[in-house]
Nanobody
């Protein structure tokens, strides 16, 4: 099982970036997927999640600026980030709660992380 994240990069404040994450491998079912981020010296925090039924949840700090979406195959999510601020600078991690074919239960998987840097 693998979560492959892509996107990110460097942008000026007020700009936009997008992230994508695709889950692949021997997967039976994926429940909630989402994005978390970790800035230097800080704990990892939730950014946004989307359930299998496409219900979304956002951190207060990104509401109205970020949009998370999930594809109809339920294994890929995108995060559109607009009006970016320097405080959005962090490593962004994709997360998925899923059941793999070789596992008897659901567990969380994490992607490798992708850097987002917003300059002022």
């Amino acid at each position: 099982v693998q979560l492959q994240a892509s996107g990110g990069g460097l942008v000026q404040a007020g700009g936009s970036l997008s992230l994508s994450c695709e889950a692949s491998g021997s997967i039976i079912r994926i429940n909630t997927m989402g994005w978390y981020r970790q800035a230097p010296g800080k704990q990892r925090e939730l950014v946004a999640t989307v359930t299998r039924g496409h219900s979304t949840n956002y951190a207060d700090s990104v509401k109205g600026r970020f949009t998370i979406a999930r594809d109809n195959h339920e294994n890929e999510i995108d995060l559109q980030m607009n009006s970016l601020k320097p405080e959005d600078t962090a490593i962004y991690y994709c997360n998925a709660g899923l059941k793999a074919r070789f596992s008897s239960s659901y567990r969380e998987y994490w992607g490798q992380g992708t850097q987002v840097t917003v300059s002022s």
